[in-house]
């Protein structure tokens, strides 16, 4: 029994080793701060850890600690909906948004960063799990725990979304006219 | 970079795998900008089984209520607050993970035509000064606490750190103007058979506000505020999610009107009074011995409130 719980416990750490960059950069993605990213993947591998028996026996411990993370993000915004108390005007869900001017704006990074940020959430983890996971259209659908045309059309939109908001900031900054 | 990109070049439009490919390229770059620490394996398993450790308790919490109620027993009758009663009417709540505050809206009305609102936000126990600092900042960035406690910096921190304590603070919301700091507390501690009374009542400025607000034992099931003036209010008993402690917000008749005495009622309709000179006398004995005299005094001359427990890191 010993022995058994010992390997589990060598299996989990193992599994937060390996995954740990892989799932930071995925959480900094869905909201755009470091800190808050590592807290992010951290409660989900808390909650991972709880229920480590059956994950590990499950099929993809991957797409279980995927599904949970997602889940934390978005359990973390709508609690963030509901403390306007604590939020000030143009806060978006975290995400640092620096004030923006010319130079800024210049760096494509910024721009992708500022375009990612003004997505809801739920587009932006489609876009996040589609394009940077670059997890299937059913696999994000397990992730985001809906249907594959849910997932279809939040990409879809994510998608529109970002080719909309930054044609308008290469306006703004200057980078020439966009057809 | 070619900034002639997936999002504006005419050429990738209708070719959505080359699409698909730029973003993924694009995202990358974000991605790593992070920079990556060790993964925190030993934290992650503490914190995992003091999970694992609640869930335990809360169903076994929740098998006992079952037992009381199929009994036909109201838990009512085990709240004897006043009296040092040997059960609690209501079972301690799990504080939340030090950095994953929760906030609940313990009263809201109107005034003058404006609304006014009032939450409290609780925060868990930091465990390690690393964790104190995080939450820190995370406090700070939400303008959840005030900036420094005693004054005293350490790189970049204030030297006195909140470690193993559960804290909260409250904010109010005047009209459209912006969320206002009020206080914040660490949470008392819980002493058998004793009400501790706080809030604005005795806060700086607070008097000049809509309302007055207190934190109460969880054994008080009814409050009832009597004014200067003669008005009275019950307001509603709030529990505050992450705390078995629980919050009144009352209304004041008239700017400037203060509380006269409030009356604190169990569940089995017993009553104290409290008077407002009584509440401070109350709260200056209630001050553990790790407060030191001068911080109780130079907190006092700035006008604020000392936090009952405070865990000071060399």
């Known amino acids: 029994m010993g022995d058994t719980t010992a390997n589990r416990d060598e299996e989990f750490r193992e599994f937060v080793t390996t995954r740990w960059p892989r799932l930071v950069r995925t959480a900094y993605l869905l909201c755009g ?147 | 970079m070619n900034r002639e990109s997936w999002y504006a070049e005419p050429e990738y439009a209708g070719d959505p795998d080359r699409e698909a490919g730029e973003l993924t390229d694009r995202l990358g770059t974000i991605a790593d900008e992070v920079t990556i620490g060790p993964a925190p394996y030993p934290d992650v398993v503490r914190a995992g089984r003091r999970r694992r450790a609640r869930r335990r308790v809360g169903a076994t919490a929740l098998a006992v209520t079952a037992v009381l109620v199929a009994g036909g027993v109201g838990l009512g009758q085990f709240g004897d607050f006043g009296q040092g009663g040997t059960a609690s009417a ?24 404006k ?8 925060y868990g126990p930091a465990r ?30 204030p030297k006195t750190l909140r470690i193993g304590v559960t804290w909260f603070s409250t904010r109010v919301t005047e009209g459209t103007g912006k969320p206002r700091l009020m206080s914040d507390w660490v949470s008392p501690k819980r002493v058998k058979g004793e009400t501790l009374l706080g809030g604005s009542y005795q806060h700086q400025g607070a008097e000049a506000g809509p309302v007055g607000m207190a934190w109460l034992d969880p054994k008080v099931e009814r409050v009832v505020v009597h004014w200067k003036g003669g008005t009275t209010d019950e307001p509603k008993v709030v529990p505050v999610k992450g705390t078995d402690v629980r919050w009144i ?28 000179a009584m509440r401070l006398e109350d709260l200056k004995k209630k001050l553990p011995v790790a407060v030191k005299k001068e911080q109780l005094e130079a907190v006092t001359k700035a006008g604020r409130r000392t936090p009952v427990e405070i865990t000071t890191v060399r």
């Not at chain 1, 587009?123 to 259209?137: I, M, T």
């Not at chain 1, 979304?161 to 044609?167: F, H, I, S, T, Y």
């Not at chain 2, 209501?90 to 035509?113: E, F």
């Open chain 2, 128 to 157: 390690t000064k690393e964790e104190a600092h995080r939450q820190y900042d995370l406090a700070m960035r939400r303008g959840d606490a005030y900036p420094v406690l005693d004054g005293k910096w350490e790189g970049g921190y």
């Open chain 2, 249 to 276: 917000v009352s209304e004041r008749p008239g700017h400037g009107v203060s509380d006269d005495f409030i009356d604190l009622y169990d569940g089995a309709g017993k009553r104290t009074r409290m008077g407002p």
């Open chain 1, 33 to 179: 701060e470091q800190h808050t990213a590592e807290d992010l993947v951290q409660s989900a591998l808390v909650r991972v850890y709880v229920a480590w028996r059956r994950v590990r026996a499950a099929d993809e411990p991957d797409a279980y600690v995927r599904r949970v993370l997602v889940n934390e993000h978005a359990r973390r915004h709508r609690r963030k909906l509901k403390e306007l108390l604590t939020l000030s005007p143009g806060d978006t869900d975290g995400w640092q948004t620096p004030d923006r001017d010319r130079i800024t704006l210049a760096d494509d990074r910024e721009m992708l960063r500022h375009a990612l940020a003004q997505l809801p959430p739920r587009q932006r983890q489609a876009v996040v799990l589609r394009y940077w996971e670059d997890l299937s259209e059913s696999q994000v659908a397990v992730a985001m725990g809906c249907s594959v045309g849910t997932v279809k059309s939040q990409a879809a939109k994510g998608l529109a979304k970002l080719r909309a908001a930054l044609a308008r900031e290469d306006v703004t900054a200057g980078h020439g006219e966009v057809r």
């Open chain 2, 90 to 113: 209501a079972a301690p709540a799990s504080a939340p993970a030090p950095l994953d505050p929760v906030t609940t809206v313990v009263g809201k009305g109107k005034v003058d035509g």
């Open chain 2, 115 to 122: 609304r006014w609102q009032v939450s409290v936000t609780v």
